[in-house]
Each structure stands twice: as structure tokens, then as C-alpha cells.
RNA sequence: GCUGAUGUGGCUCAGUGGUAGAGCAGCGCAUUCGUAAUGCGCAGGUCGGGGGUUCAAAUCCCCCCAUCAGCUCCA
């Protein structure tokens, strides 16, 4: 029997010799460490004889493949403890997670998070005991049967909609058994290190119709210090938590007056300005025109539209005059009766309208969360009408924007593709044209792409970016949306080169996405350190004595001449406790003055992030401040 | 919206049935100082809101609101 490795070497082993002695035969390390392995294509337990002549790859927790089946192993565990501590518990399911697992209980029993240790400690006594997971197979009729006996009415569902031809496999390990696919590691002592982290309810099968069950998080690790690290890392990402970061640096806040409705600090606004600048800056070099349209429109408007039925729930609305008005949870609408507003021609296309919209839309209230998740917001807009001929053109061209802004943040994203969902408008053929045109833009540009089928906005098919936090956190921001419908819906035209009217495509688009949610993602993404250009104080002065105040109102005044935001620390403090707020505000730069300053006519410069940097000249500071700022370095 | 937890001065938190506390921030006075916290003093809270139990409620019970974690949803 000749078995391929993944280096492309090959060994030659007797029918019926067990991966894991296999493995042994490559390197006895890589036994030690191997937890599964894949066997011509498939996951497979390192206890399975191999038969045949194949290729094998062996996993070990450096491998995404194995860390997946390590924490499906720690929740069998976790399930394991709970049966023992819990007697009579049901059984939801447990996979693994990005860096963990969970299992998901129906119990009489609330767990508390005191109980958490409890079970951690019996699953501690579970990897003590060092049990074999044995896997079995059985016919379906006997599945439901063993799983009815143990009253496992969530296991039974399960099994029953597994599809005709699936192979039914149970995994046992002691007195525990569980319905699995698995590959599962080969016993419970491989797991080293665990800890529990969360309790949080958790439908059946992720839908509110069904019972909520209690779902207990986790983690594990092949080392305690790997565990260690891992906590450590969670400590310091809560560190970066914009909410927090948002009050200690007066940025916004949120009130029990408006839940969901941020309030803005002068600081916040500074922030704000900067990347609506920023925006009006690159929205004019790409060709764009900026419009304006209102918060309240009439219902008849949104029936027009769609939304007063496809959206209404997410809507709020307001009576005036006795007619019922509903505030915009979108700006497309408005667009488009700016275009109505005037007659076009097709020398006009592509028209590309901008607008930093806002927006509000009634978000649940367990979905709030600080400036990510808010009722009320700003979109950077824009609507491109345009010829079917220009479609492709046009999404490339939002590509390319949506990608320099990212890059200027140094953000890493990922594009998704989303489909015609059930609830939408419209004839399949103008979403199969509409979905055809995104995919040719993305093959063209040559990116990697996930397609999310039904998943797209009711009006037609989407393109979404989704960043990547501090926190490993994605956040949907810039979409590309594709619409035939809207422009049917208000009848928009132009005139041809025929000199009859046309329906023209139009395009929604967004790169930040809601400015509110992107300063959140900057500030996590920074950790509140802002760069210099979006800092909301970009200098602050800080005399040593009383005696230089008026050297520091002359170069306070000399820098925000030119646009510095700069700020006098006059209290009669010590330098060194000047200097520790400044740092806690995180403050780019700190001019030091003093007596030997004021003098020569030069300035002490601190640094952020690298401290004193000794005394410098300060109109060679400023030049060079300025063009860090103009840069947006 | 659902499940669970939490809510005490601007902020961080102590106080579990018997007179509301601390640190930081704020204000005043003193200090004028060389690279991450100078000292002293003063003010500041109907304990998230409403109702109830009790001689007495921040503390016990009920309802509501908000926040946090997760589910669902999403820019």
C-alpha cells in the first residue's frame, strides 16, 4: 500500500496500519503533536486504518484543521462535564469557533458563572483522565432509536434532517456519546489547557421562533501559556473597546435620553470634519457631485419606493398636517428625485451624486452596540446613474475608491457577493444582468470573492467590504449595490442619442459605510491614537512655569494660523504631570518650553509612542508637521 | 425583540434592612517646578425610574427604562 505524503514523498505500509503509526514512521514528533489527519480528501480520526493507496496530510494545532477539531474535542469535554454535574441536561450542539467552541444546553438548571468553574474543573478530571474518543457508525433507524432512549430530542432532529445518504456517526468517549461527524482528536488528555469564558442564551438552530437553550463558551489550547496569551490579548483588545476609548477621550457618548442616537464632543466632531473632508476631497477627484436631501419624506414617497413595505419595520414615522411621513432609512429615494428634477441626456452619463445622508432606522434594542450599532447615522452615499454599456465601468471605478480610502487606514478587507433574496422586486432576469455585471467588475479587478446567495438588498445584488478590527471583529462598511428596480419604480429617464426616452441603471454605494461605525473602527483600530491629520489636538504646548505663557500663546498662535489644532496646558503643574495627560490623551506631539526654550527660540519635542526627542527648531517643526498633516500620514 | 447579568456624584468603584462612602476629575489656596501623578482645603449623590413590603429600603418584592454579553438582525 503506498501512502503519498504532503511533500510528495511517498512510504509503503501493509493494509490495515493506523495513520497515527504512520505518522510515527515520518517523525516521532510530529506524532506527539499530530490530532488528525486528512486521508484522500477527507477528515479522518489518526486511530483509522488505512486500506488503500492515497495521499495523507497530518494536522497538528498549528493547522486551522487542527485547531478545529482540538476545540471539538474540548466541547465534547465540556458537554461530558455537564451530563456528569448536570444530570437529565439536553444536548444542542457544539462546534468549534474561531478561537474556541461552545455547546449549546437545554437544562432546568440556569447556569451561573460560578458554575462555569465548577465545570471547568470537571472537565479538568475528563482530560485527566486521558479517555479514548471511539467513533461508530449506525443506521439511522438505530441512531434515532439510542438517541429517543436518552430522551436527546435535539440530537433526534438533528439526525432526522441529516440528507438520505449521510453516514450517521456517533463519537464515545467513557460513559460520554455524542452525535458527530467529528474527526476528533484521539483522546481527551491531548487537551492541554481550557478555560471557559461566557454564558449567553442562544436559539435552537439560531431561529427566535425556536427555544432558547444556554450556551457556554470556551477556549483551549495545547499549552497554558498559549491559553495565557490568548487572555491577555482579549485584555488588551477590551482596552481598545471604542466606548471606552470614546468617553476617556470626549469623543461621544450615548444616553439613556437616545438610545441608539450618539452625541457628539468637539473632539468627536474633529474627527468627523477631518474624514468628511477627506471624502469631499476624493469624491470630487473621482467625478462625483454633492447633493442634500431631507430627513422627513411622505408616504407616498416610501410606498413608491418600496420601502413603506419591504422596510417598514425598521422605519420610523411622523404624522404632519395629518399625512403620515416616515424619516429616511435610506437615501435613494431623495437621490432620485433630484435626478427627476431635471430632464437628462446620455451625454450626461455617467451621473455620479453624492450625499453624507443621515439616516435612521429602528435597530433592536439588544442590537446596539456604542457607534457600531446605532438607530441613527451617516451614510457617505453616492447614487451613479449611467447605460447599461457603462455598468461595468462604473463598479470597477467604486472598487477602486472604496479600496484607496482602506488603504489610507491600512485596513485589511475581504469582498462578499450577495444574491437575490426572497423578499425582493423585480423580473430574474434583470437580477441574473444585475448579479453578471458585479461578478465580471470583480474577475476584471481580479479579486477573491464569497458569494452570500440570498443575501442582497431587496431592490437588487450587492458587492459588501468587510473590514477587519483590532479585535478580529468584521465589520460590513463599504457596499456596491446594483439596482434595475428603483429607477422602473420613479420612472427615471433620459433621452437617448435616438431622441426618445430610456430607463437608466443605477448604482448605491457607500465606502465608509456610516461614519458613526467607522470612527468606531478607526478608534479601535488605533487604539484612540489617532494619526496626526485626524487627531482632534494635534499639538499641545506645555510651559514649564508660569513665565513662558506668552512664548506659548506665540506658538500656539504661529501654528493655528496655518490650521494646527493646538492646545496650551497653562495650569501651574508640574512638567512631568502635564505631560502624563497628554500621553493619556494621546496626543501626537508635545512641545516642552521652558526658560532654556523660550531664550534660543526652540522647543522641547515629545513624541508620541517615542517620547523626548531633545530640543528642536521650531519653524523646521512646523514645516514638517504640516506636511505629515497634508500627506494624512 | 429574546436569554442572562448589571445600574450608587462627571469617571472608576466600596457599601446586603438602621445617619450614603473612597479615589480620580472639578473648584479655591499655596507651590513656579525640566520629561508619565505637588500639598492642603471645599463642594458635589431624591443610590436608573415608578410602585410595594417594613417602624425603617441603595439593600427585600413587582413593573418599566438603560447598559453589558450572546442570539437574531445589520451600515
Not at 96 to 114: L, Q, R
Not at 180 to 185: D, F, I, K, S, T
Not at 305 to 332: F, L, Q, V
Amino acid at each position: 500500500m503506498k501512502i503519498t505524503l504532503k511533500d510528495g514523498s511517498t512510504v509503503e505500509y501493509p493494509a490495515g496500519t493506523k495513520i497515527i503509526e504512520i505518522t510515527a514512521g515520518i517523525s516521532k514528533g510530529l506524532a506527539k503533536n499530530a490530532l488528525v489527519a486528512k486521508f484522500n480528501g477527507n477528515m479522518v480520526d489518526l486511530s483509522v486504518p488505512v486500506e488503500e493507496d492515497g495521499t495523507l496530510e497530518i494536522f497538528t494545532f498549528a493547522d486551522e484543521e487542527g485547531q478545529q477539531a482540538f476545540r471539538h474535542t474540548s466541547s465534547h469535554i465540556l458537554a461530558q462535564a455537564v451530563l456528569r454535574l448536570y444530570p437529565g441536561t439536553k444536548l444542542g450542539i457544539g462546534p468549534a469557533i474561531e478561537n474556541g467552541f461552545y455547546y449549546d444546553f437545554d437544562s432546568e438548571h440556569k447556569f451561573t458563572p460560578a458554575d462555569l468553574e465548577k465545570i471547568e474543573e470537571e472537565m479538568r478530571k475528563i482530560i485527566k483522565e486521558d479517555l479514548p474518543l471511539e467513533r461508530q457508525t449506525l443506521a439511522r433507524e438505530e441512531a434515532i432509536e439510542f438517541f429517543s432512549d436518552k430522551k436527546e430530542d435535539y440530537k433526534v432532529e438533528l439526525i432526522n434532517d441529516l440528507p438520505e445518504d449521510a453516514e450517521i456517526s456517533l463519537y464515545k468517549q467513557g460513559e460520554f456519546i455524542d452525535l458527530c461527524a467529528g474527526p476528533h482528536l484521539p483522546s481527551t488528555g491531548k487537551v492541554k489547557a481550557i478555560k471557559l469564558l461566557s454564558l449567553a442564551g442562544a436559539y435552537w438552530r439560531g431561529s427566535e421562533k425556536n427555544k432558547m437553550l444556554q450556551r457556554v463558551y470556551g477556549t483551549s489550547f495545547t499549552k497554558k501559556s498559549e491559553l495565557d496569551e490568548y487572555i491577555f490579548r482579549i485584555e488588551e483588545a477590551k482596552k481598545r473597546d471604542h466606548r471606552k476609548l470614546g468617553q476617556e477621550l470626549k469623543l461621544f457618548t450615548l444616553l439613556e435620553e437616545g438610545p441608539g442616537f450618539p452625541f457628539f464632543f468637539p473632539k468627536g466632531m474633529v474627527i468627523r470634519n477631518e474624514l468628511e473632508s477627506y471624502w469631499r476631497l476624493i469624491h470630487q477627484q473621482w467625478g462625483y457631485q454633492e447633493i442634500k436631501t431631507p430627513i422627513i419624506l411622505n408616504r407616498q414617497l416610501w410606498e413608491r419606493s418600496g420601502h413603506w413595505h419591504h422596510y417598514r419595520e425598521n422605519m420610523y414615522t411622523t404624522i404632519i398636517d395629518e399625512e403620515d411621513y416616515a424619516i429616511k432609512p435610506m437615501n435613494c429615494p431623495g437621490s432620485m428625485l433630484v435626478y427627476n428634477a431635471e430632464l437628462h441626456s446620455y451625454r450626461d452619463f455617467p451621473i455620479r451624486t453624492a450625499e453624507l445622508g443621515l439616516v435612521h432606522r429602528h435597530e433592536l434594542s439588544g442590537a446596539l452596540h456604542g457607534l457600531m450599532r446605532v438607530r441613527s447615522f451617516t451614510q457617505d452615499d453616492a447614487h451613479i446613474y449611467m447605460l447599461r454599456e457603462q455598468m461595468t465601468e462604473e463598479i470597477k471605478g467604486v472598487i477602486d475608491l472604496v479600496d484607496s480610502v482602506y488603504r489610507l487606514f491600512g485596513f485589511e478587507y475581504h469582498v462578499e457577493l450577495s444574491t437575490k433574496p426572497e423578499k425582493a422586486m423585480g423580473s430574474d432576469e434583470d437580477w441574473e444582468a444585475a448579479t453578471a455585471a458585479l461578478e465580471q467588475a470583480l474577475q476584471e479587478k481580479g479579486m477573491a470573492y464569497k458569494i452570500n446567495p440570498g443575501d442582497g438588498a431587496f431592490y437588487g445584488p450587492k458587492i459588501d467590504f468587510h473590514l477587519r478590527d483590532s479585535i478580529g471583529r468584521t465589520w460590513q462598511c463599504g457596499t456596491i449595490q446594483l439596482d434595475f428596480q428603483m429607477p422602473e419604480k420613479f420612472d427615471l429617464t433620459f433621452i437617448g442619442e435616438d431622441g426618445q426616452k430610456h430607463r437608466p441603471v443605477m448604482i448605491h454605494r457607500v465606502a465608509f459605510g456610516s461614519i458613526e461605525r467607522f470612527i468606531a473602527i478607526l478608534t479601535e483600530h488605533y487604539a484612540g491614537a489617532f494619526p496626526c491629520w485626524l487627531a482632534p489636538v494635534q499639538v499641545k504646548i506645555l510651559p514649564i512655569t508660569q513665565r513662558q505663557l506668552g512664548y506659548a500663546d506665540e506658538l500656539a498662535r504661529e501654528l493655528s494660523k496655518d490650521g494646527v489644532r493646538v492646545e496650551i496646558d497653562k495650569r501651574s503643574e508640574k512638567i512631568g504631570f502635564k505631560i502624563r495627560e497628554a500621553q493619556l490623551e494621546k496626543i501626537p506631539y508635545m512641545l516642552v518650553i521652558g526658560d532654556k526654550e523660550e531664550e534660543n527660540r526652540n522647543v522641547a519635542l515629545r513624541k508620541r509612542g517615542e517620547g523626548d526627542k531633545g530640543t528642536v527648531d521650531f519653524v523646521e517643526f512646523k514645516q514638517e508637521l504640516l506636511q505629515e498633516i497634508a500627506a494624512r500620514a
